[in-house]
């Protein structure tokens, strides 16, 4: 009995206004509905804050990694990648999303890429790591990373895009 | 029927003590004030680039092209001086709506260029429930001087919605696993090869990979095991519910889950990785009391009347 009497008295119905009692209710019915809408989300579709976090979900069937990436070579072709804050900012991930946009637009989305790399680098952002280099290249490549880690070996590459970084 | 759904409502709204659910606003206001002054930079990175970038998602998704910069700078300062009172529990009527509702127009910008970074939704989501809830009737400028509310059902049902949003996420997580990984994820090949390409783009990107990774990658025997641990961390997540010990198992099992991201692939999480994000499953006042204490006799010990000296 005294157990029932606790339980009745810890009971939300009882302790709680009405008005109270409803919009908590609504408060996590919403709030609920909104975490497990994505639930019903096609797989391509993402969102914030509310995600049904498809990252690292999809199905890999290989290595194969297929990425739009620039790189910067000096005189003697020697190429070095250009980083992540000279394409977008310090994130790699919003590098690559930049990099991707860029290929999807074509001839020109692939030259004003371009050349804003260029810009930045002949501005002396690249710091030491980007001396001496007078062209950019915006790639299109297909390597197998478990190879490339295996032998070092990239795969095949097809230049998008270059443009020359003039210093001044 | 109505036993049922009492009983339902009797687990969904416990009655809890005030100062736990003003903990976990404490806890999780303190982690966004730290958070949102370390990320500014990278926000305010976002006003330098090219407005043709801006992809809007959420709130934001109704925008033909990026807010002016000025505007932007204005509602991440005005974030943080909102989560400021937030945290404090200060005007927290205002304060806690604002602060929420400040950070969702802040970091839906930032992940409104064509990457949305999946780091910050648990933050938000966390910010935007307790924003909505009683969670500064004690430990709080607005509380001060009053006595401490006797434990209630209304600050039971917020800790209760926080920890099933922590577990949804995970569980949601888990489900997008299955659903486009196919039963085939388990077998580990499909995380080796990610985890592979993952760490071969960042190099082609001119970013740091993590060398661990590289190392590992000839362990097929891991990576098995790693799909199958992240999967049952994922979909038995749920779990957490039933007992606070549970729950205790799981986050730990989660936090080694984002130790493994961070050290495989270089990704942080930092608020599930704080532990605070997880603060709504535990007796979170224990950690505010416990810090207090501490403060209080640092002060003692540094003012001249606690000092000891004569």
Redesign the interface.
Known sequence: MQAVNR?RD????H??PLA?RVR?LA??AV??AA??W??TWI?DR????????????????????T?V?AVATDQRGER?????E????????????????AARGGKKGVA?LCR?VAEKIAAGQGGAQMSGTVEVQILR?R?D??A??ETGLLGEEHVLGHCPVERR | MKAIA?AI??W????SPAERLAAVRILVGSFTLLYLGVRLP?IA??LS??AR?FQP??IL?PLDGPPPGAVILAVSALAWLAALGFTLGWRYRLTGPLAALLL?VT??YA????????T??AL??TV??LA??RAADASSLDARGSPAPAP???Y??PLR?LC??VV??YF??G???L????P??MGGT?????I??D?????????AHSPIA?AL?GQGWMFRALAVLTLVVELGAPLALLHRRIAAVWVLAVIGFHLGVLLLMTILFPFPLSGIAFAPFFRAERVTGWIAARLRRFRARRSPAGSGSP
């Open positions: 339980g810890h009971c939300y119905n302790a709680v109270e908590a408060v996590s709030v609920l975490v497990l994505p639930l797989p993402d969102s914030f804050p509310l995600s049904s976090y498809p990252m690292f979900a999809h199905n890999r069937r290989s290595a194969v990694l990425a990436y070095r990648y250009v980083p992540p000279l394409i977008g900012n310090r994130e790699v991930l919003q590098a690559r999303a930049v990099l991707d946009r004003i804003e490549g390597h990373a478990g490339y880690f | 009492a409502e009797r969904f709204a416990p009655d990278h990175s976002y680039f090219p970038q998602v959420g998704a969702l970091f839906t992940n409104s260029w064509g990457q949305i970074f999946h910050e939704n938000v989501l935007l429930v909505v809830t209630h059902a209304r039971g049902w919605l099933l949003v949804a996420t949601l997580a489900i997008a696993k659903r486009w990984g196919g085939g994820w499909v995380l080796r090869d990610t592979a390409a760490s071969l783009r960042k190099i082609l990107l001119g970013s590289e990658l």
